[in-house]
């Protein structure tokens, strides 16, 4: 079992030790020390990075990238990414965590623990899990709902406990113990001494990771979203530099969204929704501005269609127009008359419309179908109305002519 130097000192960056085992293979070599101080991934925080440094001609210095626990053995596993030969069995090394990297862990886990008494002490939600990622921590919460004036005043709490800097001490308890100094979760897998920390008259809780020495060395947390899940309530948040690194990129993100609406940031949802109005009014005026000018056109095509003993043909290739005009026009020309429609348009998505009024001879589906197993596209519809896809523009013009030449 590894010597866990972090359990008492989470301040300790720098230490030595003696190297128990060494497994190599495949560009990864996998090390147990006799003692450590890198964090492994465990209790809902993420693992420490840094170094591994060998004395020698010439010294070595070896980038430590994952630590893990072995939970049976409880040896703590520092992965190298190399063939780390310089490392034997027996010698001695000194370790070096990332201590950029350990602080930001110790003010997000140190803030989950506040937020959690902060939620547990305000409402009695409990929190029944912690997860900690690279951009952002969650915790969930066992609870059915949990409303904006709830999150503001659990976050306000949390943030009045950070500036008090209420100092926070690791103590040893057995369940029993802990349980009468009123601690906030007993771990499912309780061993016969229990790691409490402290938080100074506002939270007691069993914990193995790596926390601040004093609440206002956690800076600030930050709540963000939340969401319904399995087990209750997850609510994101972040803490310390990351809080502020989040707010710097919201802050420019809505910066950015007022530059665009030429207006003050906290005016922006009010601007957003006045332009989505206006789009929505455009786009219905624009769409009764189609309508008409369809069936102009297809007043002014009926008047120059071929006759033929079943009625009016009228056919006829848009390059600029799109589907959903000739889809437009084609009914215009099947209402007003009795009479058939065999369209096409270039365009982005160059397309077939084939349609004819009710009552009229033709199987325009059947026409379609026809069509496009020539073309190697895609299409279908009924007797009456049917639509397609073209390879490009040109092909379109020539099945429209294709397709007209069949129910002259
Ligand atoms: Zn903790």
Redesign the pocket.
């Given at each position: 079992m590894t010597d866990r130097l972090y359990y008492t000192d989470s301040f300790l960056h720098k230490f030595d030790a003696r190297v128990l085992s060494v497994e190599g293979g495949d560009g990864r070599t996998a090390i147990t020390l006799d003692r450590s101080a890198f964090y492994p991934t465990s209790?809902g925080?993420i693992f420490d990075t840094g170094w591994l440094e060998v004395e020698g001609e010439p010294p070595a210095r070896l980038r430590v990238t994952e630590v893990s626990e072995n939970e049976h053995t409880g040896e703590i596993v520092h992965f190298i990414d190399a063939d780390a030969a310089v490392i034997r069995e027996g010698i001695a090394v000194r370790g070096a965590i990332d201590a950029e990297r350990r602080r930001d862990h110790m003010q997000q886990?140190?803030g989950?623990?506040v937020l959690s008494g902060a939620f547990e002490k305000l409402y009695g939600f409990a929190t029944v899990s912690f997860h900690m990622g690279d951009e952002s921590c969650t915790i969930d919460l066992a609870a059915d709902a949990v409303t904006p004036a709830q999150i503001t005043a659990a976050e306000y709490l949390a943030n009045e406990v950070i500036a008090e800097d209420r100092p926070v001490g690791i103590r040893f308890a057995t369940p029993d113990e802990a349980l009468a100094l009123g601690v906030r979760k007993i771990p499912a897998a309780a061993r016969e001494k229990l790691r409490l920390?402290d938080i100074q008259d506002f939270d007691l809780?069993a914990?193995g990771?790596t926390?601040v020495r004093s609440t206002g060395q956690i800076g600030s947390i930050l709540l963000r979203k939340t969401e319904k899940v399995r087990q209750g309530i997850r609510v994101e948040f972040v803490c310390g530099l990351r809080a502020v690194t989040t707010a710097r990129r919201d802050f420019a993100t809505l910066t950015e969204a007022g530059a665009i609406f030429s207006t003050h940031i906290w005016d922006v949802p009010q601007q957003a929704r006045k332009a989505q109005e206006e789009i929505k009014a455009a786009q219905k005026a624009q769409h009764r501005l189609l309508e008409e000018v369809a069936e102009f056109e297809a007043r002014q095509l009926l008047n120059s269609a071929s006759l033929r003993a079943s009625g009016k043909l009228v056919s006829k290739y848009f390059p600029g127009r799109d589907l959903t005009y000739i889809k437009l026009l084609a009914q215009k020309i099947t209402m007003l008359e009795p009479a058939a429609a065999i369209l096409g348009c270039g365009g982005a998505q160059p397309s077939l419309v084939f349609g004819q009024a009710k009552g009229q001879p033709h199987d325009m589906g059947a026409l379609m179908k026809k069509t496009v197993q020539a073309l190697g596209t895609r299409g279908g519809g009924n007797r009456d109305m049917a639509q397609g896809g073209a390879p490009d523009g040109d092909s379109a013009e020539r099945a429209v002519r294709e397709a007209a030449a069949e129910i002259e």
């Open positions: 209790g925080q886990h140190s989950q623990h920390i809780n914990c990771g926390h």
